[in-house]
């Protein structure tokens, strides 16, 4: 069953804007946990974000997490064409061991 | 998470052959996921193994699909008689303990290419 899932499904600004990029799950949860792919490529680990923890910052990255609204925010400053892949957010259900990936959002920054 | 180590990158077969996708884990780490992508898709989950032992394998297709983790050497996910829906990517992930709680990072590799001809 789909745990998570993003939003926008696709996401295409200029270089130096900001991307927002929205995941939304149905259980309680552990952790939550953000991943780049590139395309042809493996996941990249960004951040990941404790049930207990509402915010977390990393270099231009910073990660929201609601638990009430079960939904979690990837904010990006100050895009960049490298920045340009796809965005994954991934959810241990409480109780579980396993990651539940959604569907991911397409991230094209435009130089 | 280049310390997670899949081959082949990429393998091609023929409708019927067998598929063996290898993956090392991360030095010091126990813990081995196995997760499927389809094209402009997410990760489908469909194996967690320790060493020896397979700990959850309600995401793996019940025939022709199979995983290991022996103590010695690295995590094989088979394929048996393979067709072509099973063109995908798969991927390797590890983690120094399980997740839950202690909230532990998995780190992937850069998956094998499957594609059945």
């Known amino acids: 069953s789909q745990q998570g899932e993003e939003d926008p499904q696709a996401l295409s600004i200029q270089e130096g804007e900001n991307a927002t990029m929205n995941c939304s799950y149905k259980t309680s949860i552990n952790n939550l946990q953000w991943y780049r792919q590139n395309s042809g490529r493996g996941l990249v680990h960004l951040i990941l974000i404790r049930s207990n923890e509402r915010e977390k910052h990393s270099g231009r990255l910073r990660v929201t997490l609601d638990t009430s609204k079960k939904s979690s925010s990837l904010l990006i400053t100050a895009s960049r064409a490298a920045d340009t892949a796809s965005y994954f957010c991934?959810?241990?259900?409480?109780?579980?061991?396993?990651?539940?990936f959604g569907t991911g959002t397409r991230l094209k920054v435009l130089a | 998470n280049a310390g997670v180590m899949q081959n082949p990158r990429h393998l091609v077969r023929r409708r019927g052959q067998e598929a063996r996708l290898r993956c090392s884990p991360m030095?010091?780490?126990?813990?081995v996921y196995w997760y499927r992508q389809l094209p402009e898709e997410g990760l489908k989950f469909m194996v967690y193994?320790?060493?020896?032992?397979?700990?959850?394998e309600s995401g793996m297709p019940k025939e022709r699909f199979s995983a290991e983790f022996p103590k010695e050497g690295p995590s094989i996910l088979r394929i048996q008689q393979v067709v072509r829906g099973d063109s995908a990517a798969y991927f390797c992930?590890?983690?120094?303990?399980?997740?839950?709680?202690?909230?532990?990072?998995?780190?992937f590799g850069e998956g094998s290419w499957l594609t059945v001809v």
């Open positions: 030095k010091g780490h126990s813990h």
């Open positions: 992930a590890s983690s120094l303990e399980g997740t839950g709680l202690s909230g532990n990072t998995i780190y």
């Open positions: 991934a959810t241990d259900a409480s109780g579980t061991y396993k990651y539940i």
């Open positions: 193994l320790q060493k020896e032992n397979i700990i959850d």
